[in-house]
């Protein structure tokens, strides 16, 4: 499934009731879904909203990375404005690297808050190049990233130049408690980001 719709020029798109094949535990890179690149620079003619939200079996996914990845072509956006994965397991995923990048017209993530990160280890450009992204109504939430999350890879670009482009920015992302001590890379994680309060990275351990 990866790289399904990669390139595509869409009108529109329903995909809201897929049901993906359950995977018996423990999910491995040998039978976990593979659904890098999905929508990879593909252009919709109009603002549109992808909905996830009523995916099932998500816990078999082990790969996002490039998911929703937009086009370098600033001048041709790729129009997804909103992305809806309330309450999709990402338990077993391990890469997220890209995920939303050069999403320049995305607004929101839905259900930001539900997506866990227990075997996550990579997000190096994950939410780079959203200029119009705010994390004022979905951020990370505590028990699903904060107390498992533990990055072994890199936050380069992580968040570089989120809301740069909005007149009314959002919360910073909550990030406090984050387990860095394995990141081996931060290069330009928050440059030129654009937040109405301080990034909170005062207890990041660098040991």
Same mark, same amino acid.
């Given at each position: 499934?990866?790289?399904?719709?990669?390139?595509?020029?869409?009108?529109?798109?329903?995909?809201?009731?897929?049901?993906?094949?359950?995977?018996?535990?423990?999910?491995?890179?040998?039978?976990?879904?593979?659904?890098?690149? #999905?929508?990879?620079?593909?252009?919709?003619?109009?603002?549109?909203?992808?909905?996830?939200?009523?995916?099932?079996?998500?816990?078999?996914?082990?790969?996002?990375?490039? #998911?929703?990845?937009?086009?370098?072509?600033?001048?041709?956006?790729?129009?997804?404005?909103?992305?809806?994965?309330?309450?999709?397991?990402?338990?077993?995923?391990?890469?997220?690297?890209?995920? #939303?990048?050069?999403?320049?017209?995305?607004?929101?993530?839905?259900?930001?808050?539900?997506?866990?990160?227990?075997?996550?280890?990579?997000?190096?450009?994950?939410?780079?190049?959203?200029?119009?992204?705010?994390?004022?109504?979905?951020? #990370?939430?505590?028990?699903?990233?904060?107390?498992?999350?533990?990055?072994?890879?890199?936050?380069?670009?992580?968040?570089?130049?989120?809301?740069?482009?909005?007149?009314?920015?959002?919360?910073?992302?909550?990030?406090?408690?984050?387990?860095?001590?394995?990141?081996?890379?931060?290069?330009?994680?928050?440059?030129?980001?654009?937040?109405?309060?301080?990034?909170?990275?005062?207890?990041?351990?660098?040991?």
């Amino acid at each position: 499934m990866s790289s399904m719709f990669t390139g595509a020029f869409l009108n529109s798109l329903d995909i809201s009731n897929w049901t993906l094949k359950p995977t018996v535990a423990p999910v491995t890179s040998s039978n976990g879904i593979d659904i890098r690149s #999905f929508f990879r620079e593909c252009l919709f003619n109009s603002n549109t909203t992808i909905d996830l939200s009523t995916w099932s079996n998500t816990s078999s996914l082990i790969y996002l990375d490039s #998911f929703f990845r937009g086009g370098i072509n600033v001048a041709i956006p790729n129009k997804i404005e909103q992305i809806n994965l309330t309450g999709r397991d990402t338990s077993n995923v391990t890469n997220m690297t890209f995920m #939303f990048y050069y999403c320049t017209t995305l607004t929101q993530v839905i259900g930001l808050d539900d997506l866990r990160a227990d075997n996550l280890t990579s997000i190096r450009y994950m939410f780079a190049i959203c200029g119009m992204l705010s994390f004022a109504n979905y951020n #990370f939430n505590d028990a699903n990233w904060n107390t498992v999350i533990s990055l072994s890879g890199s936050l380069d670009s992580t968040f570089r130049e989120v809301g740069m482009n909005l007149t009314s920015p959002g919360p910073a992302p909550d990030v406090a408690l984050w387990d860095v001590s394995n990141c081996d890379q931060m290069l330009s994680c928050f440059l030129k980001t654009n937040f109405n309060n301080a990034v909170d990275v005062n207890s990041w351990d660098f040991s």
